[in-house]
């Protein structure tokens, strides 16, 4: 169902974003802000939104969608829950995959009847085919968005890759007016290079940041008094709960660090899949009193968590150049993190934060105990982490202005070649 039913003015535009995400990843305002920031950039800037989306969550279904963003929900749970199953997944994918793109066309279609679509936006692998079949039947320009890949770092490196990550290769692959790679260390503009998409339909941005909400940081003190944490030593992750974030091994270096500081403790917060797994993990270790598990925390709430936390870890298989981490720079946190991806790029060892090789992971109860013994090391790293963000960082609204600028004239040149 749409979620306003509002008459859209004639001179305005009409976008329709296409995804198999939803606003947002983990409830209303909670998890990544990529999706959401999007939506709510178009509409801000006078557009008319229009997403489908196919999942129907709860947590999400009651979204307070803001003035000119139209949501059409639908989705097959039971499928879902056949992906993980290691001999059925495959298959699913693809059912999941064929499902997706026939639900959205008719979905597409009777939207478009009533409100003639100007710019069809694919965001993310699933969205961008049925988003290029459109633009083809309704002659207007075609986006495809894209959060990183996993791709290069990830499944390139496993045999027959084409076929076993076909939805991935496709999504990319598929030629488009405007690609939009984010710079999150996962190197897709390598990628997209490697499978042969022209470079200069090609915009590679980091993602905005809310510096609104890290601006002016709480007091350490008062942010543990309000979020109830009275141990002397923070360690913080945050980040989906999901395989490949690889959360056990903050928790793995516990044991280690409790030896000598006893009066530490871990906040995981975040949610997903991994989350038993952590929580078994934890038990078994016997760090139950060590590590506490926030789940999912709205956006307002995050600043709290790190103005609280002595040192940040994001241990990420691909790449470490998430939102997390550039909050955690923007907060002016000691951070602790694995060289992967670009991460390289945006956290030099020793300067602005730990940079560990993978043959490194073993040390991380040393590196921990290092840094908790030296608080101005600590300041020293957090502080130029924060001068980094400010010089290098752009706001969700300079991101989205550009973002705006591109797709406006790219339909200027579409309108152009139809005149002509």
Known sequence: MIGRNRKASETKKRVLIISALDCWSMGQNKGAPSLWETLKGYAERGWDVYFITGNNREENANTNIEPNIYVIRFDTPWLKRLMPIKK?????????WLWFQTKVLFKA????SKHPIDLVYGYEIHGVPIAKLLSKLWGVPVVSRFQGTSLGLYWMKKKFWMLRAWDH??????????????????????????????TDRVRFWINGVDWELFEVMPDKDEARRNLGID??????????????????????????????????ILIVVGDGPERAYLEKLTKELGMENHVRFEGAVGRKEIPKYFAAADIFLSL???????????????AGKCIVTLNNGDTGKFIENGYNGVLLEYEELQKLPEVI???????????????????????????WQERMDAEVKEVSNLIKQWERRKIG
């Open 88 to 96: 059925l997944g495959f298959f699913a994918r693809i059912v999941w």
């Open 109 to 112: 279609l009777r939207l478009h």
């Open 169 to 198: 290769v496709l999504g990319l692959k598929i030629p488009t007016d405007l690609v939009i790679m984010t710079n999150d260390g996962t190197q897709g503009n390598r990628v997209l290079e490697q499978l042969g998409v022209k």
């Open 231 to 264: 141990r002397k030593w923070v360690l913080l992750t945050v980040s989906r709960l999901i395989g490949w974030k690889r959360v056990e091994r903050s928790i793995r270096a516990l044991p280690e660090v409790v030896k000598e500081y006893s009066d530490v």
């Open 316 to 330: 990420y298989d691909w790449s470490n150049v998430g939102n997390p981490l550039l909050e955690a720079m923007m």
């Open 369 to 395: 105990k290092r840094l908790l013994a030296d608080e101005g090391c600590r300041k020293q790293l957090g502080k130029n982490a924060r001068r980094f963000a400010k010089e290098y960082f752009w706001t």
